[in-house]
T-cell receptor, first 114, second 111 residues
Framework: DAMVIQNPRYQVTQFGKPVTLSCSQT?????MYWYQQKSSQAPKLLFH???????NEADTPDNFQSRRPNTSFCFLDIRSPGLGDAAMYLC?????????????FGPGTRLTVT | DAKTTQPPSMDCAEGRAANLPCNHS???????VYWYRQIHSQGPQYIIH???NNETNEMASLIITEDRKSSTLILPHATLRDTAVYYC????????????FGGGTRLMVKP
């Protein structure tokens, strides 16, 4: 089945040690998103790619970066994780920007910072 | 995007219809109503969306009032697997695909 895949499902990193989370999709969608979801909170959009165009949300910290080397893959890099960055990180895709296209979410990567 | 208001939690008996309300009194003419749900420890899942007509798919029905200021998501025969947080989101057709999640309703389906 076509889907959004996130690896790993659980990631533990040390305070200040860079970490990369990965997302891949077999849907051939143009748009890929990264959301952060802290405990007992709703998901919050960090940024998205429309094809190769990167779009950062205004309040996303500089500590968070993203790469999309091709249509299928997208990475979330956290340069210096702090304790406050512990969260579930969700990747999502949609066929296009605009219109009424729904988003397809991956299962998430739960990040622990020690 | 317009703000939505949902009750924080609801219970439903297994096999009965679950009716989840959402208020979006400031909705604009070009804004759709979307529903997603998130089962514990999983990513959100799209359920249904609509503009002004009622919509139905294999998962649920969406009833939008004539003035579009509120809507109701109906799960016709709730099962234990429908226990989740349900998010009602309003988004403009031409405003990109970004979703702004509110508090949602935690639906507990009980045996």
């Amino acid at each position: 089945d076509a889907m959004v895949i996130q690896n790993p499902r659980y990631q533990v990193t040390q305070f200040g040690k860079p970490v990369t989370l990965s997302c891949s999709q077999t849907l051939n969608h143009n748009v890929m998103y990264w959301y952060q979801q802290k405990s007992s909170q709703a998901p919050k959009l960090l940024f998205h790619y429309y094809d190769k165009d990167f779009n950062n949300e205004a309040d996303t910290p500089d500590n968070f970066q993203s790469r999309r080397p091709n249509t299928s893959f997208c990475f979330l890099d956290i340069r210096s994780p702090g304790l406050g960055d512990a969260a579930m990180y969700l990747c999502a895709t949609s066929r296009e920007i605009g219109g009424s296209y729904e988003q397809y979410f991956g299962p998430g990567t739960r990040l622990t910072v020690t | 995007d317009a703000k939505t208001t949902q009750p924080p939690s609801m219970d439903c008996a297994e096999g009965r219809a679950a009716n989840l309300p959402c208020n979006h009194s400031t909705i604009s003419g070009n804004e759709y109503v979307y529903w997603y749900r998130q089962i514990h420890s999983q990513g959100p899942q799209y359920i249904i969306h609509g503009l002004k007509n009622n919509e139905t798919n294999e998962m649920a029905s969406l009833i939008i009032t004539e003035d579009r200021k509120s809507s109701t998501l109906i799960l016709p025969h709730a099962t234990l697997r429908d226990t989740a947080v349900y998010y009602c989101i309003v988004r403009a057709y031409n405003a990109g695909n970004m979703l702004t999640f509110g508090g949602g309703t935690r639906l507990m389906v009980k045996p």
